[in-house]
């Protein structure tokens, strides 16, 4: 089984080099051949010449936390459907029993989700 | 076979090369980027044991999902590193005791079993051809474990309801789209009509 993940590790040894050599000939290229004149006005935050009004890093929204943790919690749900599709002729009316009970607590959730109105972007 | 070790030895070398970076990167973001290489290289380590789903799920939900559910409340605490570090000094006692205390029973305890004796996590035996891990968890999952599965699925929807209720706001003076509402609506309440009579034109 092993053996066929093998294009993979090819795959990722390749772009490990890649990105190892890149950075390398990047930085010595960069050292050898570019001028350095570091200036504190060059690492200044520039903004079309006014002052900034804030800093770079503003708080997110918390809303976007609530999209996030919405798909992780469905995203799980589809992951349990992989196992059960693959078994499911083995398991028979049991294992549709099962997963019916799992999806209809998740349904409750859907819908208490769309009722609320989470899933609407206002 | 060689090469199962070296790629072993060089995914451990970097998950624990990740697990190292998390906790001692200044930058919180670069912390969560730290988390992820370890959670990819722990999920390289599952491939090698021939947990296929397992590994394929630890990507796609902890990369994919949990961690960007970190890098937003990274983000969304706006956390300032300086406050953080007052009284470093004073607390360091307490914590490096707290510390030693949980190395110390966790060696004992791993030594009482001989855990750190060769030979003692040998390699498992390959699975013949036709095994398949994914659906090993399924068999399992949907029989002896339906419980903890059934369980599962509620603490789901605990989670939804209380993301739901700790983060939903309605703003005032949002502006959002009513479908059936402007499938209803009636002439009258968009246009007004107006009779009058008609005036001559100035000047003529």
């Not at chain 1, 060059?42 to 999209?67: H, I, N, Q």
């Not at chain 2, 051809?129 to 509620?154: I, P, Q, R």
Request: overall charge negative; charged content about 15%.
């Amino acid at each position: 089984m092993l053996a066929e993940y093998f294009p993979v590790l090819v795959f990722l040894a390749i772009s490990v080099v890649l990105g190892a050599i890149l950075i390398a000939t990047g930085g010595i290229l960069g050292a050898l051949l570019g001028h350095s004149q570091p200036n504190s006005e060059k690492s200044s935050p520039y903004e079309c010449g006014f002052e900034a009004f804030e800093d770079t890093r503003s708080k997110f929204d918390v809303r976007y936390y609530l999209v996030a943790i919405l798909f992780i919690i469905f995203d799980l749900e589809i992951a349990f459907f992989i196992p059960w599709a693959l078994v499911l002729d083995k398991l028979g009316v049991f294992g549709l029993a099962a997963m019916t009970i799992f999806v209809l607590e998740l349904i409750i959730g859907f819908f208490f989700v769309w009722k609320k109105g989470a899933l609407e972007w206002e | 076979m060689p090469i199962y070790e070296i790629v072993f030895y060089a995914f451990s070398l970097v998950m624990l090369a990740g697990a190292v970076g998390v906790i001692t990167v200044r930058n919180p973001v670069y912390a969560a980027l730290c988390l992820v290489l370890t959670f990819f290289s722990a999920s390289a380590i599952w491939m090698l044991l021939e947990a296929e789903f397992l590994a394929i799920i630890l990507i796609v939900v902890y990369v994919g999902a949990v961690m960007v559910l970190f890098l937003f409340v990274v983000m969304m605490l706006d956390i300032n590193v300086a406050p953080l570090k007052e009284g470093f000094i004073r607390y360091l006692p307490v914590g490096i005791l707290v510390a030693a205390l949980m190395a110390a029973e966790l060696l004992v305890l791993i030594w009482s079993k001989g855990r750190f004796e060769a030979g003692a996590y040998p390699l498992p035996a390959p699975n013949p051809e036709e095994y398949s891990n994914t659906k090993a968890v399924g068999e399992w999952l949907f029989t002896n474990y339906l419980l903890a599965f059934e369980v599962a699925g509620v603490i789901l929807l605990v989670a939804i309801i209380a993301a739901v209720a700790l983060t939903l706001r309605h703003r005032a003076g949002g502006h959002r789209q009513n479908p059936s509402h402007q499938v209803r609506v009636e002439r009258d309440e968009r246009v007004r009509l107006v009779k009058m009579k008609p005036e001559p034109r100035q000047g003529s």
